[in-house]
């Protein structure tokens, strides 16, 4: 079983900045990433980091705003998120999968969420 404790999460002015982060406790590796809901929408997918290689991936609306990372020694990975605008508003959820985090499919595990509100 794995366990996605998320922090990070706030209120934030159009512009602004916020840094997310999640610490995954149990056995294994994983491929991590974040997603998003907003409300009255689907979640989508925001990154996605591979464990082994450090791939990432984006989705086209936060490329050039969003950075995501990980700390391999503590199993957390982070999301970096600039310029932040009104529309980025939601839960954003940590995610965790034994091979990929994608847009495709759900991944393995869900974090709790965290919520984040950006004003205009």
């Known amino acids: 079983q794995v366990q996605l404790d998320e922090s990070g999460g706030g209120s934030v002015q159009a512009g602004g900045s916020l840094r997310l982060s999640c610490a995954a406790r149990g056995f294994g590796y994983y491929a991590m990433g974040w997603f998003r809901q907003a409300p009255g929408k689907e979640r989508e997918f925001v990154a996605a980091i591979d464990w082994k290689t450090s791939a990432t991936e984006y989705s086209n609306s936060v490329v050039g705003r969003f950075t995501i990372s990980r700390d391999g020694s503590e199993n957390t990975v982070h999301l970096q998120m600039n310029s932040l605008q009104p529309e980025d508003t939601g839960l954003y959820y940590c995610?965790?999968?034994?091979?990929?985090?994608?847009?495709?499919?759900?991944?393995?595990?869900w974090g709790q969420g965290t919520q984040v509100t950006v004003s205009s």
């Open positions: 995610a965790a999968d034994y091979a990929r985090v994608t847009k495709n499919r759900p991944p393995d595990y």
